[in-house]
C-alpha cells in the first residue's frame, strides 16, 4: 500500500524559501505520477506542481511557475517541492498525492493523500 508523508512546512518571511520533502513508500516500481496540492482557508484545493516520471512530464500552477520547482530522488524515495520567492498568497496547506492525469494545463490528483503540512508566508 502506498503512503505518503510530508514534511518542511514552516513560517517565512515573503520573499523566503521553503523546500518541503514527501516521502513515498509501499512502491512496486520507480515510476510514479504525483505531485503537490495545495488549499487555503475558504478556497478550492489547486495543482501545485506534478511530475510523471515515466514520460518526464511536468505541470506547474501559472502562479507558481518560475518559483517552484518539483523533483524526486529516487534513491531516498522522496519528492520535493523547492519554493523560492514566497508570497503571503502562497500560505496553504500543502498535500502529496498521487496523481491520476497531468499534461502541461492540467493536473488531476488521484486517490492516495499525505496529511499535509502548513506552510505560512508572513512578515
Known amino acids: 500500500q502506498v503512503q505518503l508523508v510530508e514534511s518542511g512546512g514552516d513560517l517565512v518571511q515573503p520573499g523566503g524559501s521553503l523546500k518541503l520533502a514527501c516521502a513515498v513508500s509501499g512502491l512496486t516500481s520507480d515510476h510514479l505520477r504525483i505531485g503537490w496540492f495545495r488549499q487555503a482557508p475558504g478556497k478550492e484545493r489547486e495543482g501545485v506542481a506534478c511530475?510523471?516520471?515515466?514520460?518526464?512530464?511536468?505541470y506547474y500552477l501559472d502562479s507558481v511557475r518560475g518559483r517552484f520547482t518539483i523533483s524526486r530522488d529516487i534513491d531516498k524515495k522522496v519528492v520535493y517541492l523547492q519554493m523560492n520567492s514566497l508570497k503571503p498568497e502562497d500560505t496553504a496547506v500543502y498535500y502529496c498525492?498521487?496523481?491520476?492525469?497531468?499534461?502541461?494545463?492540467?493536473?488531476?490528483?488521484?486517490?492516495?493523500w499525505g496529511q499535509g503540512t502548513q506552510v505560512t508566508v508572513s512578515s
Open positions: 511530475l510523471a516520471t515515466r514520460l518526464g512530464s511536468f
Open positions: 498525492a498521487t496523481v491520476a492525469s497531468l499534461g502541461n494545463y492540467w493536473c488531476y490528483p488521484d486517490n492516495i
